[in-house]
């Protein structure tokens, strides 16, 4: 089953960002989440002492294509709503 199907949500449907660019709700959600995804490492990686610049064992991009996959939904919802609130 698909995402739209499943949220009833038309994620082609047009955003237009403060730039002035338009993305889909789909393109808006995925890039928001990548951006989660590198801020979550970033912030273990901290904790953990390690220098992200000289270190390079973080490069997992299969681990987070998949968190990316799994949170596309929450967050086109998450989107939406916001979304629906602004109007």
């Known amino acids: ?3 739209p199907d499943v949220l009833n949500i038309d994620v082609k449907e047009p955003i237009e960002l403060d730039s002035g660019e338009e993305l889909s709700l789909y393109e808006v959600a995925r890039w928001s989440i990548l951006i989660q995804g590198v ?12 220098d992200l610049n ?6 997992k991009p ?3 294509q998949k968190y990316i996959e799994e949170e596309t939904p929450s967050t086109i919802a998450r989107i939406n709503q916001l979304k629906e609130d602004e109007e």
Not at 54 to 59: E, I, Q, R, S
């Open 1 to 3: 089953m698909k995402i």
């Open 39 to 50: 801020d979550l490492i970033e912030k273990k990686a901290r904790q953990l002492k390690i």
């Open 54 to 59: 000289k270190n390079k064992t973080w490069l």
């Open 62 to 64: 299969l681990a987070l």
